[in-house]
């Protein structure tokens, strides 16, 4: 059973940062995809970046890239998304997920509970 817990939203102004952090505890040997996922009312969710542990690759939607930094701390089994430069459009609920598979394109298997991030 694997639980992730993010923290680290909160609100900001146009041009500002913020660090989410997602902490993950149980087997965590088997994830190997870690994601940042987020949504908006009537929408669905979208990936905004993840990393894959085998060989470091990470992938950011193009409306992030240059701004937000996927991080892993596999020591602390921490996850980070260093969000810059941050845009109104960024105003969403994001979620922090794990999948098993190498394909970190597919569907995701473990889901945090979501912190908000509002810019205004």
């Known amino acids: 059973h694997v639980q992730l817990v993010e923290s680290g939203g909160g609100s900001v102004q146009v041009g500002g940062s913020l660090v989410l952090s997602c902490a993950m505890s149980?087997?965590?040997?088997?994830?190997?995809?870690m994601g940042w996922f987020r949504q908006t009312p009537g929408n669905e969710r979208e990936r905004v970046a993840s990393?894959?542990?085998?060989?470091?690759?990470?992938y950011y939607i193009d409306s992030v890239k240059g701004r937000f930094t996927i991080s892993r701390d596999s020591v602390n089994n921490t996850l980070f998304l260093q969000m810059n430069s941050l845009k109104a459009d960024d105003t969403a609920m994001y979620y922090c997920?794990?999948?098993?598979?190498?394909?970190?394109?597919?569907?995701?298997?473990?889901w945090g509970q979501g912190t908000q991030v509002t810019v205004s």
């Open positions: 997920a794990a999948r098993d598979g190498v394909v970190c394109a597919r569907q995701y298997d473990y």
């Open positions: 149980g087997d965590t040997s088997r994830r190997n995809c």
């Open positions: 990393i894959r542990s085998v060989d470091g690759e990470t």
